[in-house]
């Protein structure tokens, strides 16, 4: 059983960045696609954004577009979150994710993988503050 482990969070003023990481415990481990999830307060989670992990084919939620970049790192089976004008609405604990097989998949109707049900794989959390 794959551990996820987020790492990078952290206050930060608005307009500021972040870089969140999340790493697989095993190297071997083999995903097809990873994404980042979102929690506010008092709120349910929200897809912030996927990646398809061979592909390096990323999907993003449009309040996040432009701002947040999701990349991968195979070698050290990592995924990252660069987060930049950051707003104090983005403040929530920050989830990774993943999924090993792409098989039967919910993909929405603009072909993104980002529904929260296509993984398996889930990390603890990594809490960020954006204070305004």
């Known amino acids: 059983q794959v551990q996820l482990v987020e790492s990078g969070g952290g206050l930060v003023r608005a307009g500021g960045s972040l870089r969140l990481s999340c790493t697989a415990s095993?190297?071997?481990?083999?995903?097809?696609?990873m994404g980042w999830f979102r929690q506010a307060p008092g709120k349910d989670r929200t897809v912030v954004g996927a990646?398809?992990?061979?592909?390096?084919?990323?999907d993003y939620t449009d309040a996040v577009k432009g701002r947040f970049t999701i990349s991968r790192d195979n070698a050290k089976a990592s995924m990252y979150l660069q987060m930049n004008s950051l707003k104090p609405e983005n403040t929530a604990v920050y989830y990774c994710?993943?999924?090993?097989?792409?098989?039967?998949?919910?993909?929405?109707?603009?072909?993104?993988?980002?529904?929260?049900?296509?993984?398996?794989?889930w990390g603890q959390g990594t809490q960020v503050t954006v204070s305004s």
């Open positions: 994710a993943a999924v090993s097989d792409g098989r039967g998949l919910i993909i929405d109707d603009r072909g993104r993988i980002i529904d929260s049900r296509n993984y398996d794989y």
């Open positions: 095993t190297r071997t481990f083999s995903a097809y696609a």
């Open positions: 990646i398809r992990w061979t592909a390096g084919i990323t």
